[in-house]
């Protein structure tokens, strides 16, 4: 697997980005190789270092719309993990980043209930790779 980051601060992860990453891994002979978000997220500190900032209302659309890109599209079967930054904050000094889905004293924000609704069961996509039949004979 190719593992990836695809940070946006304002908005859905960066699902161009990971498009890009997926066309070099083709381009280079590596199609059968999945690609792995392995960290993605938004700041909710308007102190914090990754600027611009998000609301809690917008950290729950942002990881909507990126969950819905992952798993409703059969453009991305090639995802086959993406890790949400972190379940809670590690800290609470006003100069840090708060990216989890609970705050720092487990407290659920909104996002944290988008991600339980997405993580519930449902009726997975179709496999993408389908077997090339080269030959019908013996």
């Known amino acids: 697997a190719v593992g990836v980051h695809p940070y946006n601060w304002g908005g859905p ?3 161009s980005g990971v498009a890009n990453i997926r066309q ?3 381009n280079r002979g590596d199609a059968e190789k ?5 960290e993605y997220g938004w700041n909710l500190n308007p102190d914090g270092g990754h600027q611009p900032y ?11 719309a990126s969950l ?3 798993y409703d599209s059969y453009d991305y079967f090639y995802v086959t993990q ?18 989890g889905l609970c705050d720092y004293s487990l407290n659920p924000r909104p996002a944290y209930d988008t991600f339980r609704d ?3 069961p449902r009726t997975p996509r179709l496999e993408s790779r389908a077997p090339v039949i080269t030959s019908l004979g013996p």
């Open 54 to 64: 998000a609301t809690q209302a917008q950290q729950a659309q942002y990881l909507l």
């Open 13 to 15: 992860i960066d699902i």
């Open 68 to 70: 819905q890109y992952l």
């Open 34 to 38: 999945s690609v792995w978000l392995t």
């Open 118 to 120: 997405c993580a519930a």
């Open 24 to 26: 070099i891994t083709v």
């Open 82 to 99: 993406a890790s949400h930054h972190t379940i809670c904050d590690w800290t609470t000094a006003a100069n840090e980043d708060w990216m």
